[in-house]
């Protein structure tokens, strides 16, 4: 079982996705989106399916706006996947678990385990 780590502030970020040592998925949202509400339980779930292979994070634009500018964030819910430090795919808008794990390759990515 996975848990959702929060990211709020840049010395978290970094510690929980940058230096990471296994694949990212972290989900950039707002309290005040609606998509951002209907995307959290698919990305729990993401988190569920995928355990310790896969870490998931969210981050709140809000509380740490510097993030929006870093990665050019216009437009949330934004999942983006990273991987040593780098974010190397991204999704904007909400979506269901299948085609969020498929637009950003996470199966080819990450071995879900057995």
């Known amino acids: 079982m996975s848990k959702v780590i929060h990211a709020d ?3 978290s970020f970094q510690r929980e996705v940058l230096d990471s040592e296994v694949p990212v998925l972290v989900d950039f949202w707002a ?15 993401l988190a569920e399916q995928y355990g310790a292979a896969l870490k998931v994070v969210k981050v709140d634009v809000d509380a740490y706006p510097d993030v929006s500018l870093r990665y050019g964030i216009r437009g ?7 991987r040593n ?8 808008g909400a979506r269901p678990r299948h085609q969020i794990d498929a637009e950003l390759g996470l199966r080819t990515l990450v071995a879900a385990p057995t």
Do not use: K, S
């Open 31 to 45: 309290a005040w989106c609606g998509p951002c509400r209907m995307v959290a339980p698919e990305v729990e779930a």
């Open 85 to 92: 430090g780098a974010m190397i795919r991204q999704v904007v």
């Open 76 to 82: 949330i819910p934004m999942i983006g996947l990273f």
């Open 9 to 11: 502030d840049a010395v």
